[in-house]
């Protein structure tokens, strides 16, 4: 009798282990997927998806566009960082709430200001990011 309760319980942590390194497995394959950035000129929006925090930014007059240079992060609220790649709620120095969706923190951020939402994205290559940053500009105009 025993050895068959042993047996069980063998099963169910090997299916549990499974289970939980399948998942974690996911979630780092996700975080390290570059984003998706569409512009929808109909709704003049950006729309950030892919890894794991995607995110709708409406795009008007009011909304201010830049490119800035990076900015120290001085630490993650709810997000995902591997390495250069940052996506998710941040603070920046200052103590300020932003969300990022990075492909490469150390090139230059694309900065999108509405009121006290603020957004710094950018690719991993630093042409696309000067592309987007353009059509963004397009965009509002």
Known sequence: ???KETKVKVIISVVFTVLVLGFTGFLLLRSFKGSDFVIDEELSQLEISGGLYGKTIEIDDSVIISMVDPIEITRRTNG????????????LVGDVPVYLNLGNSTHDWIAIIDGEDRYYINLK???????????LLDLQD
Not at 80 to 91: L, Q
């Open 1 to 3: 009798m025993k050895n």
């Open 125 to 135: 290559d630093e042409q696309e990011t000067i592309d987007l940053y353009n059509d």
């Open 80 to 91: 995902s960082s591997i390495g250069n790649v940052k996506s998710g709620s941040f603070t």
